[in-house]
């Protein structure tokens, strides 16, 4: 349910329809608009008292949240959400690019990955430190090793960390070290995990599962803002289709569908969708053009012997000519690409 609060509404009407609202039970979220206020009740609709709740000092109307994903929507929130990484904004017409390994590897490839990104004009670094391997016996990560060195890999570049978290075990080992902790597409649905990393508070990176709708997973965002993290960013990565000359299939139309339906900011990802380095650079710019709020590509300093994803990861080189067509791309769309 959304209350509207009337234009001008005071700051103790707001306070007074919150507190009300807390003791019927509901979780409450307040957004503060230019015009107007609303709050957001999330909670059983039966121990509502409607009228009760009109009646109310600074209270306009009440507007029930048809779809069932409610903080992650569009219809609680009109405008897009800004959220703040550091000194970055993502969303909202602001463009981010998170760029790096794709595991961290070693010391030598990490700082390697991290100042040839930073040059090129990536602004958020990205490397697994936990892998979700399809098969127990490849290489699964340098685990909390492998955070202390994207931490000094922050230091040394000033970027902040965007690094996966795949167990609810480890949550609060990756928050300690991430920027934005990344939810993987095989952990999508993995609801244990959702609540545990909504309740670090931090920005979190949700990748579209391999078989979600987007239904499904603007739910598992749902999950992740009820638990009190309100900065989701989405991530497209590609769907599982009967195509098989790809690694997946990218969908693009979930771009102008998600921004449809919520206000989340959403990114892609176009080295995970495509599986071949040299249809990343075409569907990165495909994402730009259909009004993605940002990328996340994978780069390796010498992909031939990364130990993970080499095929899909671009070299230094590839990756700075990718960003200067991105910024003529950027300028063309009247979007902001820092
Ligand atoms: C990754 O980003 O390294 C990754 C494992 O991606 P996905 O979860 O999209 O497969
Ligand atoms: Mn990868």
């Known amino acids: 349910m959304i209350i509207v609060m009337r234009p001008g509404s005071k700051q103790q009407e707001v306070n007074k329809v919150e507190q009300r609202l807390t003791e019927l039970g509901f979780a409450t979220h307040v957004i503060v608009g230019e015009e107007k206020t609303v709050i957001g009740a999330i909670g059983d609709k039966a121990a509502l008292n409607s009228e009760g709740i009109l009646n109310m000092p600074g209270v306009e109307s009440m507007v029930p949240i048809k779809k069932p994903y409610k903080l992650v929507s569009r219809e ?22 998170m760029a790096g390994p794709c595991a961290v590897e070693s010391e030598e490839q990490l700082m390697q990955a991290a100042l040839a990104v930073k040059q090129a004009g990536a602004t958020i670094l990205r490397g697994g430190a936990f892998k979700p391997r399809t098969s127990p016996y490849a290489f699964q990560g340098m685990e909390e090793e492998g955070l202390k060195l994207l931490a000094k890999a922050s230091q040394l570049t000033g970027m902040p960390i965007v690094t996966e978290a795949v167990d609810p075990r480890d949550v609060e080992l990756v928050a300690q ?22 309740q670090t508070g931090k920005p979190v990176l949700l990748k579209r599962g391999m078989c979600a709708t987007i239904e499904d997973w603007l739910m598992a965002a749902e999950y992740i803002m009820a638990g009190g993290s309100h900065d989701v960013i989405l991530c497209e990565r590609g769907i599982r289709t009967y195509e098989t000359a790809v690694r997946n299939t990218l969908d693009l139309s979930a771009v102008p569908v998600v921004k449809e339906l919520s206000h989340l900011p959403l990114i892609v990802d176009p080295s995970h969708a495509t599986g071949y380095a040299r ?10 053009a259909v009004g993605a709020d940002g990328l996340m590509i994978e780069v390796h300093p010498d992909p031939s012997r990364a130990l993970c994803d080499g095929p899909q990861s671009l070299t230094p080189e590839q ?12 300028e063309y ?4 690409l820092p």
């Open 333 to 336: 769309i009247g979007v902001n």
């Open 279 to 288: 249809y990343v650079a075409p569907l990165a710019k495909g994402a730009i």
């Open 319 to 330: 990756f700075t000519a990718l960003m200067r067509e991105l910024r003529g791309l950027a």
């Open 177 to 198: 070290y991430a920027d934005i902790i990344q939810i993987g597409a095989r952990n999508m649905q993995n609801f244990r995990l959702l609540q545990e990393v909504g």
């Open 76 to 97: 609680l929130k009109k405008n897009c959400s800004i959220i703040t990484v550091g000194n970055i904004k993502i969303g909202g017409g602001n463009l981010v690019v």
